[in-house]
């Protein structure tokens, strides 16, 4: 699994905008969350690191999680003290994120990694997840996580982000393919690890309508792929990234909340029952450091009048799997509901060019621009004839 698609335009630009931005620093080293997911307890425990490696080149359009010196020496014993005592209830599910991937030595190194599995194995949960992007999962990795886990369920959470590639290289600058996000799954399932993919819903360049369409495109190719969960994610606008830029200048919204209950209810109840949901609220609200390091600018909403009551029915659809109760709020009229799905459904090039040449001059500089921006346009066109060739 050696492809590497990454968009060196949309990179470059990443790594301009994030050159300035704060760092976690020392004494902010965990955080603890709790919720309910599917009628169980769920434990989510984050730790300091260096950052996502990816985050680091710039990729992705949509992400800051944020970034810090070397992982802290002593996380290990941070962790142990936020699983002690009743903090894991019997059966929950603890997320083990170090907003990145478990698996790049890079940001977690090998000896900490089975020293936190075995931790949460002393637990009496009974899954544990963690985050790996599909370039660093292999076969010995995942039967050590099984292995040291022992009878809970090990499970990977992976970002496919969309199952179109063009939208992943151009929109998205994921370095992984669709392919393969596919065979890291497999590679999982073969070592016994369970797989959460997620999927984006608001990702840059798109309408509203066509935001939609690709979520729920991809959440159905991740369920019938026999891939155990699908999350779906609204983006928030965050700090120091493109959608940041693309914000303030009018070219981006996050999605509506109603946008994200049509994509669950356009999911076929075969499938739904293996789709949940999360980030459609910042989890982040309560976290002086958090929000310090990783802002949120702007969030998918709705009219005062009903954005709580689609919270509420969110909560009650990822607590217990349950449509019924975003059925009931869908049921009551407000004109805010024509706010989700806004467009055509339709990829639009020439608008991700426009947008393209806007970002190249305002951050690579006018200079760059002329001189390289033909060639970044010509490739964006071509590899969009490839595309409608081949659909």
């Known amino acids: 699994m050696t492809h590497d698609l990454k968009n060196p335009f949309l990179s470059q630009v990443g790594v301009r905008l994030r050159r300035n931005r704060e760092q976690f620093q020392p004494g902010h080293d965990v955080t603890v969350g709790y919720e309910t997911v599917d009628r169980q307890s769920f434990v989510r425990i984050w730790?300091?690191?260096?950052?996502?490696?990816?985050?680091?080149?710039?990729?992705?359009?949509?992400?800051?999680?944020?970034?810090?010196?070397?992982?802290?020496?002593?996380?290990?014993?941070?962790?142990?003290?936020?699983?002690?005592?009743?903090?894991?209830?019997?059966?929950?599910?603890?997320?083990?994120?170090?907003?990145?991937?478990?698996?790049?030595?890079?940001?977690?190194?090998?000896?900490?990694?089975?020293?936190?599995?075995?931790?949460?194995?002393?637990?009496?949960?009974?899954?544990?997840?963690?985050?790996?992007?599909?370039?660093?999962v292999t076969l010995a990795a995942m039967r050590e996580y099984q292995a040291i886990v022992g009878d809970k369920q090990a499970v990977i959470e992976m970002g496919l982000e969309s199952a179109d590639p063009w939208v992943l290289r151009w929109c998205v600058n994921k370095r992984s393919s669709v392919g393969q996000f596919f065979e890291a799954a497999d590679v999982c399932h073969d070592?016994?690890?369970?797989?959460?993919?997620?999927?984006?819903?608001?990702?840059?360049?798109?309408?509203?309508?066509?935001?939609?369409?690709?979520?729920?495109?991809?959440?159905?190719?991740?369920?019938?792929?026999?891939?155990?969960?699908?999350?779906?994610?609204?983006?928030?606008?965050?700090?120091?990234?493109?959608?940041?830029?693309?914000?303030?200048?009018?070219?981006?919204?996050?999605p509506s909340l109603w946008s994200l209950v049509s994509a669950i209810q356009q999911i076929d109840q075969r499938r739904l029952r293996q789709v949940s949901t999360a980030w459609y609220r910042d989890y982040n609200e309560s976290n002086d450091a958090a929000r310090a390091v990783m802002p949120v600018l702007a969030s998918p909403g709705a009219c005062p009048n009903c954005e709580r009551r689609l919270m509420v029915a969110l909560d009650?659809?990822?607590?217990?799997?349950?449509?019924?109760?975003?059925?009931?709020?869908?049921?009551?009229?407000?004109?805010?509901?024509?706010?989700?799905?806004?467009?055509?459904?339709?990829?639009?090039?020439?608008?991700?060019?426009?947008?393209?040449?806007?970002?190249?001059?305002?951050?690579?500089?006018?200079?760059?621009?002329?001189?390289?921006?033909?060639a970044v346009l010509s490739e964006l066109r071509s590899d969009w004839v490839r595309r409608q060739a081949t659909a």
């Open 316 to 374: 009650e659809y990822r607590d217990k799997g349950s449509i019924q109760a975003l059925n009931e709020a869908v049921a009551i009229p407000c004109d805010c509901h024509n706010d989700g799905e806004k467009g055509s459904v339709g990829v639009d090039p020439e608008f991700v060019a426009h947008c393209y040449e806007e970002i190249g001059k305002d951050v690579l500089g006018v200079p760059w621009w002329d001189a390289h921006g033909a």
């Open 47 to 136: 730790f300091r690191t260096r950052g996502c490696s990816s985050d680091l080149q710039g990729l992705c359009t949509m992400c800051n999680y944020g970034v810090s010196d070397a992982i802290p020496e002593d996380i290990v014993g941070r962790v142990k003290e936020a699983l002690r005592g009743d903090a894991v209830a019997p059966g929950a599910t603890v997320l083990l994120s170090p907003s990145g991937s478990m698996f790049d030595t890079r940001e977690v190194p090998a000896t900490t990694r089975q020293a936190l599995f075995a931790a949460v194995a002393e637990t009496p949960a009974a899954s544990v997840i963690c985050e790996s992007r599909p370039e660093t």
């Open 191 to 254: 070592a016994g690890v369970a797989v959460a993919g997620n999927v984006c819903l608001g990702t840059a360049f798109l309408n509203e309508a066509t935001a939609v369409d690709d979520a729920v495109r991809a959440a159905q190719k991740v369920i019938d792929a026999g891939i155990e969960t699908c999350v779906l994610f609204p983006l928030h606008v965050r700090r120091w990234t493109v959608l940041e830029w693309l914000w303030r200048r009018g070219l981006y919204t996050p």
